[in-house]
């Protein structure tokens, strides 16, 4: 444990020097970084701990979030440190780089302690190793990088570790405890908490002696949803949604957590009558969620059909991992397929061992990691990350062999090689070089434009006029309200579906009809990014629609065009 936060702290420390650039702007490239340092700024100003809107969205009755502010109080800690000593612009830029920094310490003990448990005692610090060559893990843990992600991935290491761990009633509790976390973060790992606790009760169904650890688990994870609810759950949370911890899913954890106790003491000798208690108590559990909340049997976002066609549905990430370009594809997978095989290979080596009690679990773990994403792309962080042990396993048998060969070449050149293949790492040096897939010209001119209007001094040059609510892109929302005094109509959330209808509708449509939207919001400034992506989406589908004529240089009489600085990436319009 010293030792991995003592690497940990050299490799916090390595990753805010290489991206101090990046912190000094303020870089927060996704829209759930920018809208996330909003809610900070919000709670550190006074909004309630409870009220979670962001009103800089869509005023004066502002946007509803469905986070939680778990997340929020390390970024505003960090901050509440250090503006006595750098001031509150320069507190933000370093919370924000720091902030993401802080999960990567939890990820890496849990998947070390894994690795130590499982392998060898001395196996750990090749599990940070190959946890820092996962490409897709590591961005969420990167300087301004600050939603959700990393911490809900820092718990899935720690639930891998729980169930490798042959205390029974504390793995059990690690897990109980990690799951009741990450569920009152978000419900994007709902289906490996869910996963996780069917390994566990498995285990139980096959060896009665495990009662200690699904009985701990039970109560772990319907105490620690139930503190977690109360603590945080926002007002808009306190409502039958089905899209974060609500009263709906908090009372499938409880009543879920209650019988797995209930279980536990049970106990029965027969192991078929062990299997069939745990299938009766899934039935009530699945029985019980589909009567009393039939809303939530379809899209936990609930949105209107026609959101749903438009924007939900095309999400790149939420697309199963085939759909995907082979260049973005093979980097994301290489490494679960080792894992995976890893695992395996593990498991059937440990099979008259007592280390098979830990492998059997990580590789049930991995392996429904992997097939997640034949479900949805998104799925790849978590995929790499819980495919780590299995892949230092293989490593340890491999680079065994070559670090022990007589002939030089092979401890050499066969280490290099064993080290780049079974760690996966080979596969984003090979895309490189592999005339597959790259982008178009056009694709890097929307890449672009898209970036350079995301930029602290393109927006910077906003602030010249006085503030007021700009109609602009559902996807720079975010970013414009967190880099300048200003407000906008809508950002990329759910549950604020109307809103992300209207500037669709706005941009897709006659200039009168935008005109018509724009003023029921009270908008008086028009801003558009040209060629940024959503932009071509408006072009693409509605030609002729308003945001095409406007491409066109057609403008209305009604829009009178605002100057900006030299080189701006935008337009800017005051509507009359």
Same mark, same amino acid.
């Given at each position: 444990?010293?030792?991995?936060?003592?690497?940990?702290?050299?490799?916090?420390?390595?990753?805010?020097?290489?991206?101090?650039?990046?912190?000094?702007?303020?870089?927060?490239?996704?829209?759930?970084?920018?809208?996330?340092?909003?809610?900070?700024?919000?709670?550190? @100003?006074?909004?309630g701990w409870y009220d979670l809107r962001q009103y800089r969205l869509n005023p004066p009755g502002g946007f509803d979030i469905h986070w939680?502010?778990?997340?929020?109080?390390?970024?505003?800690?960090?901050?509440?440190?250090?503006?006595?000593?750098?001031?509150?612009?320069?507190?933000?830029?370093?919370?924000?780089?720091?902030?993401?920094?802080?999960?990567?310490?939890?990820?890496?003990?849990?998947?070390?302690?894994?690795?130590?448990?499982?392998?060898?005692?001395?196996?750990?610090?090749?599990?940070?190793?190959?946890?820092?060559?996962?490409?897709?893990?590591?961005?969420?843990?990167?300087?301004?990088?600050?939603?959700?992600?990393?911490?809900?991935?820092?718990?899935?290491?720690?639930?891998?570790?729980?169930?490798?761990?042959?205390?029974?009633?504390?793995?059990?509790?690690?897990?109980?405890?990690?799951?009741?976390?990450?569920?009152?973060?978000?419900?994007?790992?709902?289906?490996?908490?869910?996963?996780?606790?069917?390994?566990?009760?498995?285990?139980?169904?096959? @060896?009665?002696?495990?009662?200690?650890?699904?009985?701990?688990?039970?109560?772990?994870?319907?105490?620690?949803?139930?503190?977690?609810?109360?603590?945080?759950?926002?007002?808009?949370?306190?409502?039958?949604?089905?899209?974060?911890?609500?009263?709906?899913?908090?009372?499938?954890?409880?009543?879920?957590?209650?019988?797995?106790?209930?279980?536990?003491?049970?106990?029965?000798?027969?192991?078929?009558?062990?299997?069939?208690?745990?299938?009766?108590?899934?039935?009530?559990?699945?029985?019980?969620?589909?009567?009393?909340?039939?809303?939530?049997?379809?899209?936990?976002?609930?949105?209107?059909?026609?959101?749903?066609?438009?924007?939900?549905?095309?999400?790149?990430?939420?697309?199963?991992?085939?759909?995907?370009?082979?260049?973005?594809?093979?980097?994301?997978?290489?490494?679960?397929?080792?894992?995976?095989?890893?695992?395996?290979?593990?498991?059937?080596?440990?099979?008259?061992?007592?280390?098979?009690?830990?492998?059997?679990?990580?590789?049930?773990?991995?392996?429904?990691?992997?097939?997640?994403?034949?479900?949805?792309?998104?799925?790849?962080?978590?995929?790499?990350?819980?495919?780590?042990?299995?892949?230092?396993?293989?490593?340890?048998?491999?680079?065994?062999?070559?670090?022990?060969?007589?002939?030089?070449?092979?401890?050499?050149?066969?280490?290099?090689?064993?080290?780049?293949?079974?760690?996966?790492?080979?596969?984003?040096?090979?895309?490189?070089?592999?005339?597959?897939?790259?982008?178009?010209?056009?694709?890097?001119?929307?890449?672009?434009?898209?970036?350079?209007?995301?930029?602290?001094?393109?927006?910077?040059?906003?602030?010249?006029?006085?503030?007021?609510?700009?109609?602009?892109?559902?996807?720079?929302?975010?970013?414009?309200?967190?880099?300048?005094?200003?407000?906008?109509?809508?950002?990329?959330?759910?549950?604020?579906? @109307?809103?992300?209808?209207?500037?669709?509708?706005?941009?897709?449509?006659?200039?009168?009809?935008?005109?018509?939207?724009?003023?029921?919001?009270?908008?008086?400034?028009?801003?558009?990014?040209?060629?940024?992506?959503?932009?071509?989406?408006?072009r693409a589908r509605n030609p002729g629609g308003f945001y095409d004529q406007l491409a066109n240089r057609k403008v209305p009489a009604w829009?009178?065009?605002?100057?900006?600085?030299?080189?701006?990436?935008?337009?800017?319009?005051?509507?009359?």
């Open positions: 444990m010293r030792l991995t936060l003592i690497a940990w702290i050299v490799i916090l420390a390595y990753f805010v020097f290489d991206r101090w650039n990046s912190i000094q702007w303020l870089s927060l490239g996704d829209t759930d970084d920018n809208m996330r340092l909003m809610q900070v700024r919000a709670l550190l @100003d006074g909004q939680s502010r778990i997340v929020d109080l390390p970024i505003a800690g960090l901050i509440l440190i250090l503006r006595p000593f750098v001031g509150v612009p320069e507190a933000e830029r370093l919370a924000c780089g720091i902030a993401p920094l802080l999960p990567l310490s939890l990820a890496m003990i849990g998947l070390a302690a894994t690795a130590r448990r499982l392998v060898s005692p001395v196996a750990w610090p090749l599990a940070i190793v190959f946890l820092l060559g996962c490409t897709a893990t590591m961005l969420m843990f990167m300087p301004d990088r600050i939603d959700h992600h990393g911490w809900q991935l820092a718990m899935l290491s720690l639930t891998v570790a729980g169930l490798a761990d042959p205390k029974k009633a504390r793995g059990g509790a690690i897990v109980g405890v990690t799951s009741a976390v990450s569920l009152n973060i978000g419900l994007e790992l709902l289906p490996y908490a869910a996963m996780a606790g069917a390994i566990i009760a498995l285990r139980w169904v096959w @060896d009665r002696s495990e009662a200690a650890r699904l009985s701990v688990y039970g109560l772990t994870l319907a105490g620690g949803c139930g503190i977690g609810f109360v603590l945080f759950a926002s007002n808009a949370n306190q409502v039958m949604r089905c899209d974060a911890l609500t009263p709906v899913w908090l009372s499938v954890m409880v009543v879920g957590g209650g019988l797995l106790f209930l279980l536990a003491r049970l106990n029965p000798e027969q192991r078929w009558a062990r299997l069939s208690l745990a299938v009766v108590a899934g039935a009530v559990i699945a029985t019980g969620f589909a009567l009393l909340f039939p809303q939530c049997l379809g899209r936990p976002e609930q949105v209107s059909p026609e959101l749903a066609r438009t924007w939900l549905d095309n999400v790149r990430e939420a697309r199963p991992i085939y759909k995907h370009p082979f260049r973005m594809a093979f980097p994301i997978v290489t490494l679960p397929v080792i894992g995976i095989l890893g695992a395996a290979f593990a498991t059937w080596r440990a099979r008259n061992d007592i280390s098979i009690n830990g492998w059997v679990p990580v590789l049930m773990f991995s392996t429904f990691a992997g097939l997640m994403l034949l479900w949805q792309a998104r799925a790849g962080p978590a995929a790499q990350l819980l495919a780590v042990p299995g892949a230092v396993a293989l490593a340890w048998i491999i680079l065994g062999w070559t670090l022990g060969h007589d002939r030089m070449l092979v401890r050499v050149f066969g280490t290099v090689i064993g080290f780049m293949a079974v760690s996966g790492m080979f596969a984003g040096f090979a895309i490189k070089y592999l005339p597959i897939d790259r982008p178009s010209p056009r694709t890097n001119v929307v890449n672009r434009s898209t970036g350079l209007c995301m930029t602290v001094p393109a927006m910077k040059g906003l602030d010249r006029y006085p503030a007021q609510t700009i109609f602009t892109f559902v996807d720079l929302g975010p970013r414009l309200i967190a880099t300048t005094h200003h407000n906008a109509v809508a950002g990329p959330y759910h549950r604020n579906g @109307d809103a992300i209808l209207d500037v669709q509708h706005a941009f897709s449509r006659s200039p009168e009809n935008f005109r018509a939207i724009a003023k029921r919001h009270g908008a008086t400034l028009l801003l558009v990014c040209p060629n940024m992506a959503e932009s071509t989406v408006y829009l009178e065009p605002l100057p900006l600085q030299a080189k701006s990436p935008f337009r800017l319009y005051r509507i009359k």
